[in-house]
């Protein structure tokens, strides 16, 4: 049994850190400790022979966000790998639920690593919009929630996914037929104390909230789309999330073996930290705490300069002196996100964390590295058509998935 | 004592042109496994043919790691081949170069190391001012007119096992470079002494070209003299003339894209000498005997696949810049461009992609049904 039951005491306490699908706080204010995650929640580190085969069996340079540790976390990767290196395929699955129109760089994360995975591997993906989801939780309304589900789905696309091997799909279009009958055999296996358990539910909550944990489960059987996957009953799932989403998928991972189905794999990422630090919440009702795609670059040059925290010192001659605080300083991490080239992080680490280069600069390459994926996402994201978006989410075959 | 064991042909061909005459026969390029290399395993003094010599066995320990310059050296010294020394600051151009060796002591060369679209890998060793055309190259090697380009910097260290601005014909030395075709330039031989890097930048040697050659031949290849200059014309009747320099084997490095797995599975079909045609298809082809279906196969890959699509653009790309542009800083510019442009152009050929797709399906929603 994957479920660990001291997570019911965690949700309660503020002592310790708390990580489910709806909360993410760290103890005390702190920092989220991702040893005590991985060791709490049962998941594998990934680690750099698993990083190494990656390279090996797609023949190119591992992604950014492998190199830094940002997918960190892992359940059955190896066993995917293994299978593919055999010649057995899998596919994608990853999804979004579409609670604003205001997406930020920590949503694209999950996206931008797919696309990758998509792109290395040859292999199809499907993405869940759960506009019922967040209409339940945030009290939208069915259309609301429908619209923002399309919205969200234009700036997925402008991520760079192939059309000819990505479905796209919102619960209220899709759930039916061979995907309800899916949620109804997960539902059977999980008892309501179970549910309360893993999730968090209470005798307040409404019924509604209680029956979507299978939505989020199903997509992981390839069964549930039988215009894409009819007769591959046994095609793994790999599902690229953030560590919070791991708890829909241990209570998947638990039932898929009762149906006769694989466990779908996971692999996980970190929290993308706010701009003013890793204990400030990134919240849509402060749109100084992250850069927005919608963002100008003037916009991202006033935001990271004013309110990106800085791990340098006060002055000059302290920071010359002693250098920067590499461990708190928000730029740094930043880049350690989303700059490429591997030696200029090194290089920009050292002479910062020695003192001799100064926090202005530091940030001055940010705001570059932002602005350049910012815009590159505008001009995609403004290319991106209500067809192209119907194409997306077409119940059609792929034929071409796997090439 | 050995000649029943030597093929007699070998014995002729001292130079290439008997090896053409010959027909379409592939050269030389076994290894030290080859069967008889290892019967006639002696020391190279007791080589009194002068077909290819067998090769001492200290060649093969070292082979993993590459063979450094001191090894070259002093293999070149035990073979009692004469060369001159040259020790200089590294250099990384043939101009750079030139400063510190004159030309009084031999031709200067120019190295470069190619790649075509199947993964076979080709170093090219000439005159400083021979005109070495890709175009032309690529399509006397019977690969089409756009079918090699400047082999990415991994390619050198993998197969050569020698750092940037040290291509050299030594570098077949290694086994690593066994499936690497080698062509010199016929002018070579019009030379006293000519001036190769010894798998170091900052050594240079002259040597004489039978003093190249019997290097060569002792380490199992046969020296091969083209005319790089010349423009033959090929077509139906007028097979390339280069075609059969194409190495058989296609060698798998890791970093290139568009490495799959079955790569190695299945290597490109040997382009006999009856049906040489130019195909140049980016994917081993699946039907061997069907040229035209592999040409189509390929076409079909290319607008299907955008990280295939960018990489026939790049690759247009360089092999004009190399035509129009002249000097040795074009092959780091030509890898430069294409590393950064890479990832941007295959962004904007998946948009493009999934516009197309999305016109035509909403096409397809429209679409009235056929008149019966």
Request: aromatic share 10%; glycine share 6%.
């Amino acid at each position: 049994m994957e479920v660990d039951k001291k997570e019911e005491i965690a949700s309660e306490s503020s002592e310790e850190q708390v990580v489910n699908p709806w909360e993410v706080s760290a103890k005390d204010g702190g920092k989220i400790d991702y040893d005590k995650l991985i060791d709490q929640f049962g998941c594998q580190r990934l680690d750099e022979s698993l990083i190494d085969r990656v390279e090996r069996l797609t023949s190119r340079q591992p992604h950014v966000f492998l190199r830094r540790g940002v997918f960190f976390a892992h359940r059955d990767f190896d066993l995917v790998l293994d299978a593919y290196e055999r010649g057995d395929k899998f596919y994608l699955y990853t999804g979004r639920g579409p609670s604003s129109e205001a997406l930020h760089l920590g949503h694209l994360i999950p996206f931008m690593f797919t696309k990758y995975l998509q792109e290395a591997f040859k292999v199809p993906l499907v993405i869940q919009l759960t506009d019922d989801e967040k209409c339940m939780w945030k009290n939208l309304s069915v259309e609301e929630s429908q619209r923002l589900a399309r919205e969200n789905a234009k700036d997925i696309i402008a991520c760079g996914f192939d059309v000819t091997k990505t479905f796209i799909f919102s619960d209220f279009d899709y759930v039916g037929g061979a995907f309800y009958k899916n949620m109804v055999k997960v539902a059977k296996c999980v008892t309501l104390n179970k549910a309360m358990g893993i999730f968090g539910f209470s005798g307040e909550d409404h019924i509604g909230k209680l029956s979507f944990p299978p939505v989020q489960a199903v997509p992981s059987f390839p069964s549930s789309f039988p215009h894409l996957f009819p007769g591959k009953d046994k095609l793994r799932c790999l599902i690229p999330c953030a560590i919070d989403q791991d708890p829909y998928f241990r209570m998947t991972r638990d039932v898929a073996p009762r149906l006769g189905y694989s466990k779908p794999a996971l692999i996980e990422s970190s929290f993308f930290p706010a701009l003013q630090g890793e204990n400030g919440k990134m919240s849509a009702s402060d749109p100084n705490s992250a850069i927005y795609v919608t963002d100008t670059a003037k916009d991202i040059k006033n935001k990271i300069n004013r309110y990106a925290f800085s791990g340098g010192q006060d002055s000059i001659e302290k920071h010359r002196e002693i250098g920067a605080n590499l461990e708190v300083d928000i730029p740094v991490k930043y880049l350690s996100f989303f700059l490429e080239d591997d030696a200029e992080l090194e290089h920009i680490k050292k002479e910062y964390g020695e003192g001799r280069m100064l926090t202005g600069e530091v940030k001055k390459r940010l705001t570059e590295v932002l602005t350049g994926m910012v815009e590159r996402h505008r001009m995609a994201r403004a290319a991106v058509t209500d067809e192209m978006v119907d194409a997306f989410m077409a119940v059609r075959p792929l034929p071409n998935m796997f090439e | 004592m050995y000649s029943s064991l030597i093929d007699p042909n070998l014995l002729i061909a001292k130079d290439s042109q008997a090896l053409l005459v010959n027909g379409y026969r592939k050269p030389n390029l076994k290894t030290s496994n080859d069967p008889i290399r290892r019967i006639n395993n002696t020391k190279p003094t007791l080589f009194i043919f002068s077909a290819p010599a067998p090769c001492s066995p200290k060649f093969f320990d070292n082979d993993l790691m590459g063979f450094s310059k001191d090894q070259l050296l002093s293999q070149l010294q035990e073979l009692e081949i004469d060369y001159s020394k040259y020790e200089h600051p590294p250099v990384l151009t043939v101009e750079e170069q030139a400063k510190y060796v004159s030309s009084s002591e031999g031709a200067l060369s120019k190295n470069l190391f190619f790649k075509d679209k199947k993964h076979r890998y080709y170093i090219i060793s000439a005159m400083v001012d021979t005109k070495v055309d890709m175009k032309v190259l690529s399509q006397r090697l019977g690969l089409g007119k756009g079918g090699i380009r400047m082999a990415p910097e991994e390619a050198l260290a993998e197969l050569l096992q020698v750092s940037l601005g040290c291509v050299t014909p030594f570098a077949v030395v290694n086994e690593s470079a066994r499936d690497v075709s080698l062509l010199l330039d016929q002018k070579f031989k019009n030379q006293t002494r000519c001036i190769f890097h010894p798998l170091s930048n900052n050594v240079s040697i002259s040597l004489s070209t039978s003093g190249l050659d019997k290097f060569l031949q002792s380490v199992g290849r046969d020296p091969v003299y083209v005319d790089l200059e010349a423009n033959p014309v090929v077509g139906k009747d007028q097979p390339p003339d280069l075609a059969v320099y194409v190495p058989s084997n296609s060698v798998v490095i890791p970093e290139l894209p568009n490495n799959t797995p079955s790569a190695q599975a299945s290597p490109p079909k040997n382009v006999s000498a009856e049906k040489t045609k130019p195909v140049a298809s980016p994917k081993p082809s699946k039907s061997p005997g069907n040229v035209k279906s592999v040409v189509q196969n390929s076409g079909l890959s290319v607008f299907k696949n955008p990280e295939k699509f960018v990489e026939e653009i790049l690759d247009k790309t360089s092999e004009l810049l190399f035509s129009e542009v002249k000097g040795e800083n074009v092959e780091a510019l030509a890898e430069t461009l294409r590393k950064r442009l890479t990832s941007e152009f295959t962004h904007l050929a998946v948009m493009y992609k999934n516009t197309a797709y999305s016109e035509g399906f909403y096409a397809g929603t429209q679409c009235q049904p056929k008149r019966p």
